[in-house]
C-alpha cells in the first residue's frame, strides 16, 4: 500500500522555475516506478513524466522534455518534478503516482495517485 502527497505547487511567472515533491507513506516505495502527470481545466489527464525504481531511466513527454527533470531519492521516499523554463500552458494540477511496473507511461498503470498540487504560470 502506497499513499503519496505532492507538494511545491504554486504561482510562478513565464520562464521561471518550481520544483514539485511527492512524499510517498510504506515501506516498499523502492519497488515502484513513479510517474507525474497534469490536467489542465477542460482538459485530460496527461503524461508528464517517469522515473523507474532506482532512478536510472526516465521518461518524459515531448512537451517537457529538456525543461523538466524527474529523480527519486529511495532513502526519503520521496520523487521530484524540477520544473524550469515554465510557461502558460503548464498550468495544471499536478498530480503525482505509483506504479508497480518498472516504469510506465499509461495512465491506466498506475494504481495509486496522490491529491494533486496546483501550478499556475501567469504574469
Known amino acids: 500500500q502506497v499513499q503519496l502527497v505532492e507538494s511545491g505547487g504554486g504561482l510562478v511567472q513565464p520562464g521561471g522555475s518550481l520544483r514539485l515533491s511527492c512524499a510517498a507513506s510504506?515501506?516498499?516505495?523502492?519497488?515502484?516506478?513513479m510517474g507525474w502527470f497534469r490536467q489542465a481545466p477542460g482538459k485530460e489527464r496527461e503524461f508528464v513524466g517517469a522515473i523507474s525504481w532506482r532512478g536510472g531511466s526516465t521518461s518524459y513527454a515531448d512537451s517537457v522534455k529538456g525543461r523538466f527533470t524527474i529523480s527519486r531519492d529511495n532513502a526519503k521516499n520521496t520523487v521530484y518534478l524540477q520544473m524550469n523554463s515554465l510557461k502558460p500552458e503548464d498550468t495544471a494540477v499536478y498530480t503525482c503516482?505509483?506504479?508497480?511496473?518498472?516504469?510506465?507511461?499509461?495512465?491506466?498503470?498506475?494504481?495509486?495517485w496522490g491529491q494533486g498540487t496546483q501550478v499556475t504560470v501567469s504574469s
Open positions: 510504506g515501506r516498499t516505495f523502492s519497488s515502484y516506478g
Open positions: 503516482a505509483a506504479t508497480r511496473s518498472i516504469i510506465a507511461v499509461r495512465l491506466s498503470t498506475y494504481e495509486y
